[in-house]
């Protein structure tokens, strides 16, 4: 009677596709297919049906009552052979069995869907579809597996789900759009940073006799079959590809030890991604444990804010991972407290007893029946215990491999005891395989909320953006692009209006500063304190008519040296390199880049390469080129006659600067105590450190400068009257006339560097910089450092990030869409291409 019943379930049950289809899928498939077409026992098929009965694996005997339990007998006494044909025997079977479960499964959940009603609430049609599809303890059949690699089309739905989860964490953080995660909770040393490792495969989270996790860290495990090892990203810190799990323990340890002492706790999350051939596609969140006591170097809230950092976390429709260990009572369970204020009903907990070998089989299997403290998706005990061994390698995979294998031995002595009548769910592989199975199921039921909430957010961020921005695409490379080339352009206009004349003017100017210098050193500075004294130097009053005329040839061939030999190519070169500076610094406050301090920065040491990179050569081919006029000077009758206007029109704005000095100075003073102090110096000497008469050091001091400017306007004055005179109208009088030729010379030295200057150095400029520009923008910043510049003006950033949120919720709908058409597919194929017009797995209505 058995065998038949399983012959006419195998032929009345659809095959079982190659994808997976999760529960409520298949229970959509059984309530909508209406009356199933069955294929009665026929005697031709006798020899066959046989043949496959011989062959029933002890897999199947053990889900079949009595008789199952004779085929397991004998499968385990059958030789290698045997088994070896019984395996496709078993591939066959299973179809068949699973099929079957869920063909009753689908009448249950059909009776319960039809008599409850749906809540208002998305969370709360959440909250309830996790409690209807949760996998509990009395629904958990025995799976042994000997490998931990993950069912890639089972997880298909549940990965495309965590793709989207990235991207709406990276357009809002709020709580807006949010997906459900897997939040892992328990007090300090219950074994949940064991749990969470033994999840991973690998050793990555801090450990410490202190507080060490003090920031959640949200964990997302993406499986990578085809990938070689295991790599962690940081994406805040835009750390990716890390190999090594020690630098990622370390920096997460250095992240949370960052936490000032003063707050403890910070609800900034840390996010981690893990990839790896041999994690599930599981999305976790690893919260500070709980603690009783505030230790004295402790804050005294610090209890209270784990708890209000917990409970955020806590909120649906999240599941919650509570983690107690075994030789605490659960009634003093933090996790199971916690997870009670948040979840009362038990309908989003899942409780995980962790280190079972402490106490007695019978007491863990008590607790793990969910009697005394019950949970709809039950518990599971795992043991975290690494194996004793003597070896000196004592962490790595091998520890973690070496772990779980000692895991399940100490279930397989115990497996009367867990595995008896009464069935329990036991071990770090099936608390994988069910979390990947409640976490696929609820990111399912999240698909209708979670796409009716991305339209309204896309709906409103295109409303806006048309609005404030009329549409206009803007990324923060075309930004760039359009400042660089504002200010290359302005360049280039700069170019036009800066060339040969202008250096020569700049230039020039310098060399008169210069020559007036030397005249003041050279000709027209006495000391106040020899003015009365009997002076062995002929009186420059006695210029014009000088007899003697060798002091003065010997005077003037000495300033000529001066000016010739004071480094006019470094002085021009550096005038120039920082006119131009002064000048891009201009063009830039006159652009957009006048808003980004980085971009000015960079623009400032562009420009710095381009002039320094020509700087040295080009002072030395200027020093070469005047290197002539060190020994003789030669000058023409135009060149003398426009020295001497230029000498002019230099002398009368020097006595115009003495005056107005001198003036200012009777303003400030006053002009009766400037006279009395300027008539005292005169004809009395003073120290400078005592006072006479009530005048102060400071307004002798003032009296003194006065004088000097008097004497130096009267001493232009007559230089200016003999500059005019008829003996400087001729070069042959240069020695007469000595602000004249010394003007020639700076001529002559200003238009032979210009020649230099406006090749070696101007036009290499205005040819390289635009270039060095472009390098130092486009080729040498990355992406995020062009993100960064654009964002650093307020009005850029809200239109990139505007924008940039209008992109990536179109992909995320994009994606959920994709996957709805795929969940549609799924439910077609099992209907039969007609699609449920009642409740099914998005919701009431859904089609």
Not at 348 to 373: A, C, F, H, S
Not at 668 to 689: C, F, H, N, W
């Amino acid at each position: 009677m058995l065998l038949t019943r399983v012959m006419m379930l195998k032929h009345a049950v659809r095959p079982k596709p190659r994808f997976h289809t999760s529960h409520s899928v298949r229970a959509v498939h059984y309530r909508y297919q209406g009356v199933v077409t069955q294929r009665f026992f026929s005697f031709t098929s006798l020899p066959k049906f046989l043949f496959r009965v011989t062959k029933i694996p002890a897999a199947v005997g053990g889900s079949l009552a009595a008789g199952g339990t004779y085929v397991a007998y004998k499968v385990e006494q059958a030789s290698t052979y045997t088994q070896d044909k019984l395996a496709s025997a078993r591939d066959l079977l299973d179809g068949v069995i699973d099929s079957t479960s869920d063909f009753f499964r689908g009448f249950r959940t059909s009776s319960d869907a039809e008599s409850s009603e749906t809540p208002s609430d998305d969370a709360g049609a959440v909250v309830g579809v996790a409690a209807a599809v949760g996998l509990t303890a009395e629904e958990e059949e025995e799976e042994e597996e000997d490998d931990d690699e993950t069912d890639s089309e089972m997880l298909t739905l549940t990965r495309l789900m965590i793709e989207i989860r990235q991207i709406l964490q990276t357009v809002d953080q709020s709580d807006t759009l949010k997906l459900p995660s897997i939040v892992v909770v328990g007090s300090q040393s219950s074994g949940k940073s064991s749990v969470l490792e033994s999840i991973v495969g690998k050793h990555f989270l801090p450990k410490g006799s202190n507080m060490v996790t003090r920031r959640p860290i949200e964990l997302t495990l993406i499986n990578t079959p085809d990938s070689a090892a295991e790599v962690a990203d940081f994406p805040a810190l835009r750390m990716n590809n890390i190999t090594d799990f020690d630098q990622v323990r370390k920096l997460l340890f250095d992240m949370n030890m960052a936490v000032p002492v003063s707050e403890a706790i910070l609800n900034d999350p840390i996010q981690l991604t893990i990839r790896s051939p041999h994690v599930p596609d599981l999305t976790l969140v690893d919260l500070p444990g709980y603690i009783q006591v505030e230790a004295a170097d402790q804050p005294t809230a610090l209890k209270q804010k784990i708890r209000e950092v917990c409970d955020k976390y806590l909120q649906a429709p999240n599941i919650i991972l509570a983690i107690s260990a075994a030789d605490v009572d659960l009634a003093n369970s933090s996790a199971l407290k916690a997870s009670k204020d948040a979840d009362p009903r038990g309908e989003r907990t899942i409780g995980v007893i962790t280190k079972l070998d402490l106490i007695d089989p019978e007491q863990g299997r008590d607790m793990l029946l969910n009697k005394k403290y019950p949970l709809k998706m039950g518990y599971v005990g795992v043991v975290t215990k690494p194996p004793t061994s003597t070896s000196l390698f004592r962490r790595g995979v091998a520890s973690l491999d070496s772990q779980i294998n000692s895991e399940a031995q100490y279930f397989k002595a115990h497996k009367e005891v867990y595995q008896g009548t009464h069935l329990t769910t036991v071990g770090v592989r099936s608390l994988k395989r069910k979390l990947m199975k409640v976490l696929e199921k609820l990111m399912a039921m999240s698909l209708r909320p979670t796409h009716y909430a991305i339209q309204q957010e896309l709906e409103e961020a295109a409303y806006t953006f048309k609005v404030e921005f009329n549409d206009r695409q803007l990324t923060p490379g075309t930004y760039l692009a359009n400042n660089i080339d504002a200010l290359k352009l302005s360049v280039k206009e700069f170019s036009q209006s800066f060339g040969r004349n202008e250096l020569r003017s700049l230039l020039k100017n310098q060399l008169d500063q210069k020559v007036l210098n030397l005249l003041a050193e050279r000709y027209w500075n006495k000391p106040f304190e020899v003015k009365h004294e009997l002076s062995v130097e002929p009186d420059l009053s006695d210029l014009p008519r000088a007899q003697d005329e060798g002091y003065w040839h010997r005077k003037l061939d000495l300033a000529t040296s001066s000016l010739t030999t004071s480094g006019v190519g470094r002085l021009s070169t550096t005038l120039i390199s920082n006119a131009l500076l002064t000048e891009i610094d201009n063009l830039v406050n006159n652009t957009d880049l006048r808003n980004h301090p980085l971009a000015q920065k960079q623009v400032r040491e562009a420009a710095t390469a381009v002039l320094g990179a020509r700087f040295y050569l080009t002072a030395d081919q200027v020093e070469n080129c005047i290197k002539p006029y060190k020994y003789e000077i030669e000058l023409e009758d135009r060149e003398w006659s426009s020295s001497r206007d230029h000498a002019l029109v230099l002398l009368k704005e020097e006595m115009r600067q003495c005056l107005e000095a001198s003036a200012h100075m009777k303003k400030v003073i006053g002009g009766r105590k400037l006279t009395q102090v300027i008539t005292y110096l005169e004809q009395k000497e003073a120290p400078d450190s005592t006072e006479a008469l009530g005048f102060s050091p400071t307004l002798l001091a003032k009296g003194r400068e006065a004088i000097f400017l008097r004497d130096r306007a009267n001493l232009l004055k007559m230089r200016h009257y003999a500059l005019k005179s008829s003996t400087c109208k001729f070069k042959e009088n240069k020695y007469k006339c000595p602000e004249i030729f010394l003007d020639a010379v700076s001529q002559k030295l200003s238009s032979t560097a210009i020649l230099f200057l406006n090749v070696e150095l101007l036009s290499d400029f205005y040819y390289n910089f635009p270039r060095e520009l472009d390098y130092r923008f486009f080729t040498n910043m990355t992406p995020e450092q062009i993100e960064v510049f654009a964002k650093e003006d307020p009005k850029i950033k809200r239109h990139v990030e505007l924008q940039q949120r209008k992109e990536l919720l179109e992909e995320a709908l994009q994606k959920i869409e994709s996957v709805i058409a795929l969940q549609r597919t799924k439910i077609n194929s099992l209907t039969g291409g007609v699609e449920p017009a009642r409740k099914g797995v998005f919701g009431a209505g859904w089609r």
